[in-house]
């Protein structure tokens, strides 16, 4: 059947994949089921150039759907025969076999939507292509649920798009033996099950902002207080008289300009720059270089001087960049291009630490960290990465640590109510903090995180199938069979079941990896025809090629209740 290794003998196709004994009455009515359908699908394909009228859309709509037809007749067989062992009269045996072929026939029309189209007109497959309809990396999701021993479902990476084929897998996910809503119940717990793992791994702790907060006081007082003193063993260790040309040449110009301006105003600032070349000229050590460099800047500490600040402050700036440049070149010479270094390093990362006040929320942080550590939370969970940068730039390994569990603790926090994780609410958090966790996070962390997040949202429907069981109208086939059971006793019961093992085969991981090798073909071309029909008979072999996913004894209501997503086999190329 449709390049597959099934025999066309029905019933010994499932006698093999449910262990049935020969001669069993459910295999017979299968095989009689799945066949009628088929030859009245060839016949009707056949008669269809011949046909006029209304018989023409007779033939075309039997001819243009074999393996809804297929699928149909067998569900009919089954739902007959047993209804016909449950010992129903004639009259419900035939309303039986109606609802499991109409159940069949819609249960395939919905799940197999898309394929048979593509495989009439495939010069017209995007963007309508059943590979089009994969969700974005698709893989890495079946990937990630291996690894996260979380199951993936068909219908997770192919998520139907129409209300029919949402039809579909919901009255699949309602029946609780032959259907899948064992397999989704096991799902949702496999996603609590990630996150729990997730949590555990990286230590989500409530206490980790009042350590991260703690780490920065400690780390940044330790970082500057090691750098100061490598700064001042070099200046300690270098006498004699700083030559400072540049520093002095640069002076004289800011004095002019400032004049220029307004001398009267600038008149402080102006004095101030005078003394300090009196000084630079007078012959100083390094020390006092730096005292007296430390002095200039603390002028506008005077709030009278505030409305000459501007220009004032920018004078004084333009001092500092010659003044190193004397001071440098005169510790290369004395002490050597190591002390030059040395000191120039030290320098240069203490300006830049002076620069993050600059930041705003780093001064806070900074200001408030022993009193008010929570301010570190308003870093981490902002929406700033520069500020979050800094403040990983200025925690220690450890602290980098707990502001990894401060995050992973929010997420959980925020997907946690009555001592339930909600799965998604998690991966929602998650993809809230997505800027902190690219920070705090290194790459290959990061990636892993991503990956569950993507994971967890792709199988949303675990969660949805158990707070949102069908009601109302969604639910009409489903109750269509359980009220005929209710009037005839478990004779409807098969159609169900058939339907609900329609709903086990389509979300089968055979199934699921016949569709992720379709998608990595390229829309309308030969691979993509080829791979067409394979998809199409994956969907008619899952129960020989995996007998769990189909009845492990002879009948549908036997049938599995989940599969192991440990015993998956691997996809092949």
């Not at 393996?67 to 739902?79: D, E």
């Not at 440098?328 to 030290?346: L, Y």
């Amino acid at each position: 059947i449709a390049g597959t290794n099934l025999s066309t003998d029905l019933g010994r196709t499932f006698r093999e994949a449910t262990g049935a004994p020969q001669g069993d009455p459910l295999a017979s009515a299968i095989n009689r089921g799945g066949t009628a359908a088929l030859t009245m699908t060839g016949a009707a394909s056949a008669a269809r150039p011949f046909a006029q009228g209304a018989a023409q859309g007779v033939t075309n709509a039997l001819a243009s759907q074999p393996v809804q037809q297929f699928v149909g007749g067998m569900t009919a067989g089954a739902s007959g025969e047993g209804a016909r062992q449950a010992g129903a009269p004639p009259l419900v045996q035939a309303g039986a076999s109606i609802l499991g072929g109409v159940l069949g026939f819609g249960g395939a029309n919905a799940m197999t939507s898309g394929i048979e189209a593509a495989s009439a007109a495939p010069n017209a497959l995007a963007p309508q292509a059943a590979n089009s309809r994969l969700i974005p990396n698709a893989q890495e999701v079946v990937n990630t649920g291996k690894a996260a021993k979380t199951r993936v479902l068909t219908s997770d990476i192919r998520p139907p798009k129409t209300r029919l084929a949402k039809l579909g897998r919901n009255v699949g996910d309602s029946i609780p033996i032959a259907g899948t809503a064992g397999q989704r119940a096991a799902q949702q717990t496999e996603r609590v099950e990630a996150v729990q793992k997730l949590m555990k791994e990286f230590g989500a702790d409530d206490t980790a902002i009042e350590a991260v907060s703690k780490d920065l006081v400690a780390t940044r007082g330790a970082t500057i207080g090691k750098l100061t003193q490598a700064k001042k063993s070099v200046i300690e260790g270098i006498p004699g008289a700083v030559p400072a040309p540049k520093a002095i040449a640069e002076i004289d110009k800011q004095v002019a300009k400032l004049s220029g301006i307004d001398a009267k105003a600038y008149a402080p600032v102006i004095e101030r720059l005078n003394d300090f070349k009196t000084a630079l000229q007078s012959g100083k050590n390094l020390e006092q270089v730096e005292g007296q460099r430390r002095l200039l800047g603390d002028l506008f500490a005077d709030t009278s001087l505030a409305s000459i600040k501007g220009d004032g402050q920018k004078a004084i700036n333009a001092i500092y960049d010659p003044l190193k440049q004397d001071m440098g070149a005169f510790i290369e010479a004395a002490g050597g291009p190591a002390a030059k270094a040395r000191w120039a390093g030290a320098n240069e990362r203490l300006s830049a630490m002076a620069g993050e006040l600059d930041a705003s929320a780093f001064k806070n942080l900074l200001n408030n960290a022993e009193t008010t550590p929570e301010s570190a939370a308003k870093i981490i969970f902002g929406k700033t990465p520069s500020d979050m940068k800094r403040l990983y730039g200025s925690l220690s390994e450890k602290g980098r640590t707990k502001a990894q569990s401060a995050i992973m603790f929010q997420a959980l926090e925020k997907s946690t109510s009555n001592d339930m994780i909600s799965p998604q609410k998690f991966a929602t958090a998650m993809e809230a903090m997505s800027k902190a966790t690219g920070v705090f996070f290194s790459p290959a962390d990061k990636a892993r995180i991503d990956g569950i997040t993507r994971l967890l949202k792709a199988t949303q429907h675990a969660a949805d199938a158990a707070a949102n069981p069908m009601t109302g109208a969604q639910n009409t086939p489903l109750i269509a069979g359980l009220s005929i059971g209710q009037l005839f006793g478990t004779a409807a019961l098969p159609a169900t079941a058939g339907a609900g093992l329609l709903a086990r085969v389509y979300e089968s991981a055979p199934v699921r990896d016949a569709f992720l090798r379709l998608g990595r073909t390229k829309p309308g071309s030969p691979q993509e025809r080829a791979m067409l029909p394979k998809v199409t008979a994956a969907l008619i072999a899952a129960n020989e090629n995996n007998p769990q996913y189909m009845a492990n004894a002879p009948g549908l209501s036997q049938a599995a209740a989940s599969d192991d997503v440990s015993e998956e086999r691997p996809i092949q190329p």
